[in-house]
Nanobody, 114 residues
Framework: QVQLVESGGGLVQTGGSLRLSCAVN????????MAWYRQAPGKERETVAY???????TYADSVKGRFIISRDNPQNTLILQMNDLRPEDTAVYYC????????WGRGTQVTVSS
C-alpha cells in the first residue's frame, strides 16, 4: 500500500520560495511517473508537475519557469522547489503517482500572502 507524507509547506510572501518534500513508501519513485498536485479552496485538484521515469519533466503552464520537480532516488523522495510564489499558488499540495493515483496523503498547506 502506498504511503505518502508531504512536508515543507508554510506561509510566505509573494516572490518567496518553498521546498516541498514527499516521503514515499510502497512505490519506488525511480520506477514510476511521480507528480505533485494541488487543491485550492473551492477548486478541483490539479496536476502541478510530473517527472517521468527517464527524468523528463512536465509542468502546468501556471507554474512553468517557477517550479522544479525532482526525485531523490536513494531517499525515495519527491521534491518540488517553488520559486517566485504568487497568491494564486495558495493551496494544499499533494504528491502521488501520475497514473492511477490513490491513497492520498494529508498534503502540505502553502499560503502565499500578497
Amino acid at each position: 500500500q502506498v504511503q505518502l507524507v508531504e512536508s515543507g509547506g508554510g506561509l510566505v510572501q509573494t516572490g518567496g520560495s518553498l521546498r516541498l518534500s514527499c516521503a514515499v513508501n510502497g512505490v519506488i519513485v525511480a520506477y514510476n511517473v511521480m507528480a505533485w498536485y494541488r487543491q485550492a479552496p473551492g477548486k478541483e485538484r490539479e496536476t502541478v508537475a510530473y517527472v517521468a521515469t527517464g527524468g523528463a519533466t512536465t509542468y502546468a503552464d501556471s507554474v512553468k519557469g517557477r517550479f522544479i520537480i525532482s526525485r531523490d532516488n536513494p531517499q525515495n523522495t519527491l521534491i518540488l522547489q517553488m520559486n517566485d510564489l504568487r497568491p494564486e499558488d495558495t493551496a494544499v499540495y499533494y504528491c502521488n503517482t501520475f497514473h492511477s493515483p490513490k491513497n492520498w496523503g494529508r498534503g502540505t498547506q502553502v499560503t502565499v500572502s500578497s
